[in-house]
C-alpha cells in the first residue's frame, strides 16, 4: 500500500494498492499540501483534483495530465515534465524554478504570480495562459505565447527566440536582456516590426478574379 500525506500534518490524503504511483490516476480527490517531492509520477492523470501547495519538488512528471485541477501555489521546482499537459488549471503563485516542461502544454492556464526562473519551456504551447509571471533566465525558444496575456510579466534575460507572441498583451512586460531573434511579435510580424501585417496573397487573387 502506498499513500500521499500533507507535507507538514503527515495526515494521510490518499491510499492506493497499486504498487506505485507511476502511471496513477486520481480523480476528485482533496490533495492540498500533498508531499511528492522526489516522487516518480511519470504517466499519472490527476482530475478534478485540489493540488494547492502540492509538494512536487524534483518528482517526475513526465508524460503526466493534469485536468481541471487547483494547482494554485504548487511546488513544481526542478521538476521533470517533458511532454505533460496542464491545460486549463488554476496555477497562480506555482514555482517551475528549473523546471524541464519542454514539449509541454499549458494553455488557458490562469498563472499569475507562477514563478518559472531558470526553467526549460522550449516548444510549450502556452496559447491564451493568463501568465503574468516572472520567466527571468528562462529558455521559452519555439514557446507558443499567442493569445497569452503577459502584462507584467518578467522576461529579462529569457530565449525567446522563434517564440510567437501574436496577438499577446505585453503592457509593462519586461523584455530586457531577452533574446528575440526570430520570434514574433503582437502583430503578427518579425519581433521589432510596425504597421500592419501585408494581406495574403490568396485574397488579392481573389479581388482580381472577382472584378473579372
Not at 478534478?48 to 518528482?59: H, I, R, V, Y
Request: with cysteine.
Amino acid at each position: 500500500m502506498i499513500e500521499i500525506k500533507h507535507k507538514k500534518s503527515g495526515a494521510v490524503l490518499y491510499r492506493t494498492e497499486a504498487p506505485s504511483l507511476r502511471g496513477i490516476a486520481i480523480s476528485g480527490v482533496d490533495l492540498s499540501g500533498a508531499s511528492l517531492a522526489q516522487t516518480d509520477l511519470t504517466g499519472c492523470r490527476f482530475s478534478s483534483c485540489n493540488l494547492a501547495g502540492a509538494d512536487f519538488q524534483g518528482a517526475d512528471l513526465t508524460g503526466s495530465h493534469f485536468a481541471n485541477c487547483v494547482l494554485k501555489e504548487a511546488n513544481f521546482r526542478d521538476v521533470k515534465i517533458s511532454g505533460s499537459n496542464l491545460s486549463d488549471n488554476v496555477l497562480h503563485l506555482a514555482d517551475f524554478s528549473g523546471a524541464h516542461a519542454n514539449s509541454s502544454q499549458i494553455r488557458h492556464c490562469k498563472m499569475h504570480g507562477a514563478v518559472c526562473t531558470y526553467g526549460n519551456f522550449e516548444r510549450v504551447d502556452f496559447s491564451f495562459a493568463e501568465m503574468h509571471c516572472n520567466f527571468n533566465h528562462a529558455n521559452l525558444q519555439h514557446a507558443n505565447l499567442y493569445g497569452c496575456d503577459l502584462a507584467s510579466s518578467d522576461f529579462t534575460h529569457s530565449d525567446l527566440r522563434s517564440a510567437n507572441m501574436t496577438s499577446a498583451k505585453i503592457l509593462q512586460a519586461n523584455f530586457t536582456y531577452a533574446k528575440l531573434v526570430g520570434s514574433t511579435g503582437t502583430n503578427g510580424k518579425p519581433w521589432g516590426s510596425s504597421g500592419k501585417a501585408a494581406k495574403k496573397s490568396w485574397w488579392n487573387f481573389w479581388k482580381r478574379t472577382a472584378a473579372l
